[in-house]
């Protein structure tokens, strides 16, 4: 059975009540972790989520501001972590988020993404009518154990987006070229990463914003619909 770390869990409202926390911020993902990776490893691996909440321990801080989303999940079976937790927080989160993804690289078995999205709760309806842009934001950041599969995580959603959107004028088996130069672009990005001998050093969690990061009046972001 999936270890769910529910126990215990104070309220965000409690933890966070002495902070200005203009936001509520989501994180989102699903990440394959080594085999032999334990319930003490992840809690590591996941202490700045869990410290920023307020909490003093993964049990305590793993669930979600939202009954209705799964929180943090440690699958021990499938060796799998399971992000689906939303906090209230400040634009310092983004400080949690390097740490996090570096803790999360050292744990992980494959290449993975991981969504955040920062939600303006002091925007509403008369902002909207104005014409006053949100300060939301969303990002997807990179993780993986080496350079390699996390570059083909981020190969892997750049062919997904740009299937998805080509398909709206072209037929699926005429894109296959588009999926080859798509190819070829990463192939000479983790070239480069070779030749500058950055292959050596451990790699950081993001390695650049997702093709989806935007910010503010670009349209509000759906909220928590996954």
Not at 37 to 62: F, I, M, N, T
Not at 128 to 138: A, I, K, L, P, V
Not at 161 to 184: N, P, Q, T
Not at 190 to 208: A, C, H, I, T, Y
Request: glycine residues 10%; aromatic residues 8%; proline residues 5%.
């Amino acid at each position: 059975m999936p270890v769910r770390f529910r126990l215990g869990a104070p309220s965000n409202e409690d933890t966070m009540s002495s902070y200005n926390t203009p936001f509520e911020i989501h994180v989102h993902g699903d990440v394959l972790l080594r085999s032999d990776v334990d319930h003490k490893a992840v809690q590591e691996a996941l202490k700045p989520l869990w410290k920023y909440a307020g909490a003093r321990s993964l049990a305590e801080g793993a669930q979600s501001l939202y009954e209705e989303e799964k929180g943090i999940i440690f699958d021990d079976k499938e060796h799998r972590l399971q992000l689906c937790w939303t906090v209230r927080g400040n634009e310092d989160f983004r400080q949690v988020l390097d740490d996090m993804c570096m803790n999360i690289n050292e744990v992980s078995a494959a290449g993975a993404q991981i969504e955040i999205t920062f939600y303006d709760t002091e925007y509403d309806e008369e902002d909207e009518e104005r014409g006053t842009d949100s300060r939301d934001d969303f990002l997807i950041l990179f993780v993986g154990p080496d350079p390699a599969s996390i570059m083909q995580a981020q190969r892997d959603l750049l062919v997904q987006d740009v299937v998805s959107l080509m398909e709206r004028h072209f037929d699926g088996a005429e894109l296959g070229g588009v999926v080859g130069e798509i190819d070829k672009l990463f192939a000479q990005r983790f070239q480069d990463l070779v030749n500058s001998l950055e292959l050596g050093k451990p790699p950081r969690g993001g390695m650049g914003p997702g093709p989806q990061n935007g910010h503010g009046g670009g349209g509000r972001r759906p909220r928590h619909l996954h």
